[in-house]
């Protein structure tokens, strides 16, 4: 594989994942001068505030705080964040609490009630920053009046077993919370409250994203009620939840605030980072080194080895026509692919896809597929991804190797280590799913 | 699903399916004036010629046939081709001769006998046209001295079954064939030959279409030995298909006309039809109708679902950010997916990428995804293909269908006929491949 390609992927991805680092996504969104802190256009004049406070859940919720520390100095009253345990890093003002992910624990739910306690008398003279990262589902949770992080627990398993959506896990897990589905801004309000958000969900719904603390809901405790019965789970969870979701349903429990609630009056949410804006960064690099560059989505999802064989049809298109650009060219795209696991193999999604790619691949000169986690953890590897070009094939048929042997076996990351082609980031501290490079030099 | 949309989008298909309907096709790449023939660029004198003699093979060769006659007018000496049963057109000098596809038989043997015998004498002063579509690999045969058309089938069989690729498979059967492989050209030469080819192939390789009986093979006895002994079939062939590949691999039958020949110095081949014009074609059209279009790629393979999936995300960024291109906007994708099917259900490739593509389009306004088959014949079902949009799901949902089980059965003719949703076109007469519109309105 020619360097001088490699190499310019990898300068294009390392833009793509500076722009989403903690510290450069915050500085980009937050600018501070003496006292007035202009948070993506709009100013919030600090001297004005009785307290600034500053929460929030995440892997990546420790190094937002201390780059929020940094930018704000001296005028963070006090503040506490939840991180994933290995995942702290030395802050001034803001406590940094430690607790387990992706299964929360009685620690998350311990460091929830003392979150919680920082905001126990609200105030209109409060303004409140909310930083949320990928996992601050399961390190940000207090169960609703009289249910156990137990009973959650089994709910959501019993949900996950029955092949219940994304959408229908949530509307039941969002009435069965203190703090998912909005709950959190009631226990805001009426502070001015800004979440910062480093994105990792696909289209960065927002009322995803750590199951939206802090966002609208539009389920029901009727609409929870209809999924358990949907997957005729209603016997299979714990009689607490069923007792607590009629209850909500006849009206005898608030519901989650819905669109237009006055509790977000004064919520605002900011994306600091998120797939869109490191594949952006990818373009704008791309661009400065003289490449011709467009970004084609950043809602890509689907079996990764099927999205690999679209990028080596776009990649024989760029070489072949010249389209829909003339090289040197650079195509981004972003999201998250699956793997459906099949063999005992070692691999991850981004190795799979850049193994899909190189079929498509085969011969062609000058042309080059990487795909990345942003995170620079692929599945269960140390690699972040993998690179894949018009030489892949023949290289390692030279060394004997097989993909569709690979392929099968879910086994991309020794076929890519043998080759040299496995790319490696090391941790990358933040995490905006993947991204996808198409080169044609 | 709004009107406007989908008579939008069938009209940019239907501009597409036009620029490669055979007449259209060969009178936008050969023009007469007087006695002299013009072919994408260069001029032929047909009153130099002894004989203007019309070979071909495929599907679409009486209908091109056809229309050479019209272009050409009395100029035309004799000539012959071969077409699958059912697919005659009047023809006045040339003979039209039917036979079985897509498995050969002895009515193929026959006419490419005659269709050799057409060229026994062949000379400087011929010109011959060589009209080659889809479907020209069965129907023109003429197995090598010795070997029968039941030793050819055998060994296609044993081929298939051991998982050989196309390529495999190409390297024995070119070895087999009198006429594949460049064999043909044996024949003409040394006529002046102008193949004009409608391509049903992705990427158009001219060795690929109809087996490439007038282009180079790169391939040898010895590949074609290999193939065999890699699957270890070299005993489950005929007797007389491994002691005709021995013999030639010991030089004692002639090779295939390798690159650079001889035999080709007076071939020359013509695109006229293939996946690129007419995607090319959906391009103009709708920039024609006020959208900004951009063709993405023309070599799209891959499973029909997840290659869905990947026109929602396309389709969901157009509407959300607006790129790559801002609405109204057109992508135009080309190629052919495949269908791993595991269900007993009704549909076609082109059905399962629309259906796979529903979901990712959900909710979203004023967007559509049209998938279709350009020979109007998705799978074995009377549609061509159907169209997807944000309302998809929702109208399913109303009607009680649920899109995951039609495609675990592999069914999604009834959902879509259901829907109203399925694009109907008739036979078009021509077949280039697949094309995909993703729109925004």
Known sequence: MPDSLRDLARAILDAGLAAVAPHAALARHLRRHHDTLAIAG?????????????????KASAEMAAAIEVLLGPHVTAGLVITKDGHSVPTRAVAVREASHPLPDARGVAATAELLALLATPSERDLVLVL???????????????????????TTDALLRAGATINELNAVRKHLSAVKGGNLARATAPATVVVLVLSDV???????IASGPCAPDSTTYADALAVLARYQISDAVPPAVRVHLEAGARGERPETPKPGDAVFARVRHVIIGDNAQAAAACVAEAERRGLRALLLSTFIEGEAREVGRVLGALARELRTHGRPLAPPAC?????????????????????EVALGAARGLAG?????VLSAATDGGDGPTDAAGAFADGTTLARAAALGLDPQVHL???????????????????????NVNDVMLVLAG
Chains 1, 2 share one sequence.
């Open 132 to 154: 949320l990262s990928g996992g601050g589902s399961a390190l940000l949770e207090q169960p609703a009046d009289g249910l156990t992080l137990a009973d959650l627990q089994a």
């Open 408 to 430: 099968a076996r879910n086994d991309a990351y020794p076929f890519f280590q043998a080759l040299g082609d496995l790319l490696v980031t090391g941790p990358t501290r933040t």
């Open 331 to 351: 195509l981004v795209l972003g999201g998250e692919t699956t793997v459906t696991v099949r063999g005992d193999g070692r691999g991850g999604r981004n190795q």
């Open 42 to 58: 709009i100013a919030y004049h600090l001297g004005t505030y009785r307290r600034v406070v500053v929460i929030g859940a995440g």
């Open 364 to 368: 062609l000169a000058d042309v080059l």
């Open 202 to 208: 696909v289209g960065s719904p927002l009322d995803v």
